[in-house]
T-cell receptor, first 115, second 118 residues
Framework: AQSVTQLDSQVPVFEEAPVELRCNYSSSVSVYLFWYVQYPNQGLQLLLKYLSGSTLVKGINGFEAEFNKSQTSFHLRKPSVHISDTAEYFCAVSARGYNFNKFYFGSGTKLNVKP | NAGVTQTPKFQVLKTGQSMTLQCAQDMNHNSMYWYRQDPGMGLRLIYYSASEGTTDKGEVPNGYNVSRLNKREFSLRLESAAPSQTSVYFC?????????????????FGPGTRLLVL
């Protein structure tokens, strides 16, 4: 099975500052990796995903993430955050090659952008 | 397209009562899922349906049952609600492209149902 660890439950940051949200995963097989965002009282929306190829993945709203196989990490970054980025962010993993995409989610990181 | 819709949005139950959470998607997706979200625990998979006519248990199936009524609809039933089932429930769906790798497909989420069991 797979598992995902998001060590930071909350990340406070000032507007226009850079931010990194950390995600580490564990898996005995190759994986696909995802970041989702959840705005208050809403469902989850896909930010970006890593399937194969370039380890640097760009997503919506200026976010990007880098897949590091040796460190089993998939950290999410944004060079300059906006108030509207305040939300909860979830990292997720699914096993490559399986006949069904069972996702495993991390516990989430709440990003609080302050003016 | 409405995407994934869930009803009701909110529900309060007493211990022992039963209820069914409804989910429907209009994206012609093959696979559907039910998750629960609890503070500090992220999303945990309750049940899933890889395709119409099949259902399987996820990580936390105890106390729940599901029905894949047709390709569009996937309901979650609590037969005898318990306070431990107080949570936010999300339904999701994903496509299964011909020749594609299912495990890379994005899941699309509904807005959630907030359930309080007293």
């Amino acid at each position: 099975a797979q598992s995902v660890t998001q060590l930071d439950s909350q990340v406070p940051v000032f507007e226009e500052a850079p931010v990194e949200l950390r995600c580490n995963y564990s898996s005995s097989v190759s994986v696909y990796l995802f970041w989702y965002v959840q705005y208050p009282n809403q469902g989850l929306q896909l930010l970006l995903k890593y399937l194969s190829g370039s380890t640097l993945v760009k997503g919506i709203n200026g976010f990007e993430a880098e897949f590091n196989k040796s460190q089993t990490s998939f950290h999410l970054r944004k060079p300059s955050v906006h108030i509207s980025d305040t939300a909860e962010y979830f990292c997720a993993v699914s096993a490559r090659g399986y006949n069904f995409n069972k996702f495993y989610f991390g516990s989430g990181t709440k990003l609080n952008v302050k003016p | 397209n409405a995407g994934v819709t869930q009803t009701p949005k909110f529900q309060v139950l007493k211990t022992g009562q039963s209820m069914t959470l409804q989910c429907a998607q209009d994206m012609n997706h093959n696979s559907m899922y039910w998750y629960r979200q609890d503070p500090g625990m992220g999303l945990r998979l309750i049940y899933y349906s890889a395709s119409e006519g099949t259902t399987d248990k996820g990580e936390v199936p105890n106390g729940y049952n599901v029905s894949r009524l047709n390709k569009r609809e996937f309901s979650l039933r609590l037969e005898s609600a318990a306070p431990s089932q107080t949570s936010v429930y999300f339904c999701a769906s994903s496509p299964r492209h011909r020749g594609g790798q299912p495990s890379q497909e994005t899941q699309y989420f509904g807005p959630g149902t907030r359930l309080l069991v007293l």
